[in-house]
């Protein structure tokens, strides 16, 4: 069965970086994308971007730019996200999923991490 | 961008029928049949309930659908049920290539 599993809980100081892992099993990691959802307490679901694990090849969502770095091992079948510069308000759970098979329906997303907790604060 | 549209609280009795709007753009929902609508239950990851605005995957109950007009979307639950309570989100792909999400919609059951 598909499963994504994160890594945990992270709490850091502003203006530091943070790394979150997420580990696939169950298919072939290099052949579905990955996405990375992030979810503020209290608040809705905001979309970060989206990985090929094939090519390597990110789209990200405006607002991240250069501040968010999607990347893969696939010799483990692990995606990464890197958030820097880390304000207060990137307090959130940040959840890694699957997207479709690569060239599909770029927005869908049908299996979910557990989400991992990045706590910013002094 | 900013997020899709949707009603920020919906209710319903057991047995009854509700339904969900997600208005956006044509340069989103309006543009493509891109569209998904996921449940999310407090402290939970979120769990896909349609995709393709009407598409359903294996396992998720035939009481949800979904169905778009233009720029705005809907699910609709109906036979509602206590384990229906809940958030549920839209999300459409858009112009950029990139993913858009409603706001979000809380619903309860009476």
């Known amino acids: 069965q598909v499963q994504l599993v994160q890594s945990g809980a992270e709490v850091k100081k502003p203006g530091a970086s943070v790394k979150v892992s997420c580990k696939a099993s169950g298919y072939t990691f290099s052949d579905y994308y990955i996405h990375w959802v992030r979810q503020a307490p209290g608040q809705g679901l905001e979309w970060m971007g989206r990985l090929n694990p094939h090519s390597g090849a990110a789209d990200n969502e405006q607002r991240f730019l250069g501040r968010v770095t999607l990347t893969r091992d696939t010799s483990i079948s692990t995606a990464l996200l890197e958030v820097s510069s880390l304000r207060s308000d990137d307090t959130a759970m940040y959840f890694c999923s699957r997207g479709s098979r690569l060239y599909g329906d770029l927005s869908l997303i049908d299996y979910w991490g557990q989400g991992s907790l990045v706590i910013v604060s002094s | 961008q900013s997020a899709l549209t949707q009603p920020a609280s919906v209710s319903g009795s057991p047995g009854q029928s509700i339904t969900i709007s997600c208005t956006g753009t044509s340069s989103d929902v309006g543009g493509y049949d891109f569209v998904s609508w996921y449940q999310q239950h407090s402290g939970k990851a979120p769990k896909l309930m349609i995709y393709?605005?009407?598409a359903r995957p294996s396992g998720v109950s035939n009481r949800f659908s979904g169905s778009k007009s233009g720029i705005v979307a809907s699910l609709t639950i109906s036979g509602l049920q206590a384990e229906d309570e809940g958030d549920y989100y839209c999300s459409s792909y858009t112009s950029d290539s990139t993913v858009l999400f409603g706001g979000g919609t809380r619903l309860t059951v009476l």
């Open positions: 393709e605005v009407n």
